[in-house]
């Protein structure tokens, strides 16, 4: 089946620094990819949908500028927590599909934690 | 609108008993897809089951089965003979037009499940 990585899997960073997580499919071509954040006993929220070769579509409330994401390629998309402050600190979570199907394949995961 | 509801927050059975899982969901449109994903302790997603929106047959494997019903707009997931290892939090998820690249799903709340000895 369809793999999907997450790279770090867990990252601690200081108040104001920035990170960078990437998402990578392993065995196919992901002409799009989503990016969700989970907070603790939450539930999963759409923070932008990346097509590759376009800038990415943010939902409501997410700050662009805050999170940059990048899908410079068919197999790699990054999301960028510019400044990142303890309120940012969630479990991040990518998910990505091909053109020509319906399911969407997960990621493992990235749990941030900003000091 | 899109959403999807699971009126449970929290449900805790014995092993081996059977429990039902709810989920309610809406959206607009004729064709669409309906998930079930299970979220261990350690976070991955688990894929369990997809479901389109034309195909209103129950499905069954192993000890999980699925019960699509549109006329309430209803996607409920029975686990028959819990055990331990079923303890995580289940969401249900809506995905509209999924031909159309850029549908993401929209995740329920999901229920925490807790499976006692």
């Known amino acids: 089946g369809a793999v999907v990585s997450q790279h770090p899997s867990w990252v601690i960073c200081k108040s104001g620094t920035s990170v960078k997580i990437e998402c990578r499919s392993l065995?196919?071509?992901?002409?799009?990819m989503f990016w969700y954040r989970q907070f603790p006993k939450q539930s999963l929220m759409l923070m932008a949908t990346?097509?590759?070769?376009?800038?990415?579509?943010?939902e409501q409330g997410v700050e662009k500028d805050k999170f940059l994401i990048n899908h410079a390629s068919l197999t790699l998309s990054t999301l960028t927590v510019t400044s990142a402050h303890p309120e940012d600190s969630s479990f991040y979570i990518c998910?990505?599909?091909?053109?020509?199907?319906?399911?969407?394949?997960f990621g493992p995961g990235t749990r941030l934690t900003v000091l | 609108a899109q959403k999807v509801t699971q009126a449970q927050t929290e449900i805790s059975v014995v092993e081996k008993e059977d429990v039902t899982l709810d989920c309610v969901y809406e959206t607009r449109d004729t064709t669409y897809y309906l998930f079930w994903y299970k979220q261990p302790p350690s976070g991955e997603l688990v894929f369990l089951i997809r479901?389109?929106?034309?195909?209103?047959q129950n499905e069954i494997s192993g000890r999980y089965s699925w019960n699509f019903q549109k006329s309430t707009s209803s996607f409920n997931f029975t686990i028959t003979a819990s055990q331990v290892v079923d303890s995580a939090v289940y969401f249900c998820a809506l995905s509209e037009d999924p031909h159309q690249a850029g549908t993401a799903l929209i995740f329920g709340k999901g229920t925490t499940l807790s499976v006692s000895s």
């Open positions: 990346s097509n590759e070769g376009s800038k990415a579509t943010y």
């Open positions: 479901r389109n929106s034309f195909d209103e």
């Open positions: 998910s990505a599909r091909t053109s020509y199907t319906d399911t969407q394949y």
């Open positions: 065995d196919f071509q992901a002409t799009t």
